[in-house]
């Protein structure tokens, strides 16, 4: 078995999945794939997404690009990974979740809240077991904190810039793709802007 558990799940990938879906629909999927290092133009596919996706582009990559989000990935413990682990599944049904969702609010179609999905995939995404095992036996990782106060320490600075700043940015990159299509006129929105846009305030305050 492989050894390893993230004490922090994937947030980044599960805001990747949810912007492919939107991409797959337009036939832009290529794009960010070749962004990514996956095949193709890089050059082209970022002009493309640039130009079609402006502002959910800029805050991917802001999100990807971020140390902390790096950190999230380095952060792991030792121990075997178990194919069944539940935090892991609970993540994972949140994930798919929040894809819907998301998607869903950015074709304009009335349903869940995404931010409050999204708040959920917070609280489901912290695996304490992971996080224990960690702080107290430590990782093989290259760049792990050596002695078991800097782990700690490191745990509560992700557990925050996760409730905070990428709460905000993930926000922020669902109301930017909804502005991208309203701007293109690949969706109709029936409701006022400053109904969808209010969510921006509610995003600048960390969760708590």
Known sequence: MPKGNHVFNNFDGTVHNAFMVVLEAFKHDDALKAVNGSGGD??????????????AYRFYGEIKRHPAVALIHATQDDEEVVSDDPN???????????????????????GANPLEQWRQLVNAGYDKEARDNYVKKGSSVKGTPASEMARAARCAELQQFIKGDLTRLATNWMLGLRMDLKTTKAVEYSEKINAWKALLETATTPLK
């Open 88 to 110: 892991s599944i609970a993540f994972g049904k949140l994930a798919k979740e929040f894809n819907m969702v998301a998607v869903s609010w950015a074709w304009g179609t009335e």
């Open 42 to 55: 890089a050059d082209k596919g970022a002009q493309l997404l640039t130009a079609k996706y402006e502002n």
